[in-house]
């Protein structure tokens, strides 16, 4: 059974940091893409970061610059280091994995992580 696992959500203030982790089970992690996505009240979920199992990288316009993701193949996790909040960065978020064979019919999601900032 496939599972994936986000934390370190939480509140902080604007221009503070925070690292979203996401464990993986179930899968090879190796070799599926990862991502990360998030979904803002009242809007529909977007993607924020994606890193395929060769690792290159992919980010939103919105948080090019201010936000890393990375993966440990070893541990099976995947990370969103996130630097330079702002509120409009406020969601929850999610992991994602996906068969890079077949991203639109094998992928799974995590349960979401909130992430609020606010002063």
């Known amino acids: 059974q496939v599972q994936l696992v986000e934390s370190g959500g939480g509140l902080v203030q604007p221009g503070g940091s925070l690292r979203l982790s996401c464990a993986a089970s179930?899968?090879?992690?190796?070799?599926?893409?990862m991502g990360w996505y998030r979904q803002a009240p009242g809007k529909q979920r977007e993607m924020v970061a994606t890193?395929?199992?060769?690792?290159?990288?992919n980010y939103a316009a919105s948080v090019k610059g201010r936000f890393t993701i990375s993966r440990d193949n070893a541990k099976k996790v995947v990370y969103l280091q996130m630097n330079s909040l702002q509120p409009e960065d406020t969601a929850v978020y999610y992991c994602?994995?996906?068969?890079?064979?077949?991203?639109?019919?094998?992928?799974?999601w995590g349960q979401g992580t909130q992430v609020t900032v606010s002063s």
């Open positions: 890193i395929i199992s060769g690792g290159s990288t």
């Open positions: 994602n994995a996906a068969n890079p064979l077949v991203p639109t019919t094998n992928n799974y």
């Open positions: 179930g899968i090879i992690f190796s070799f599926y893409n």
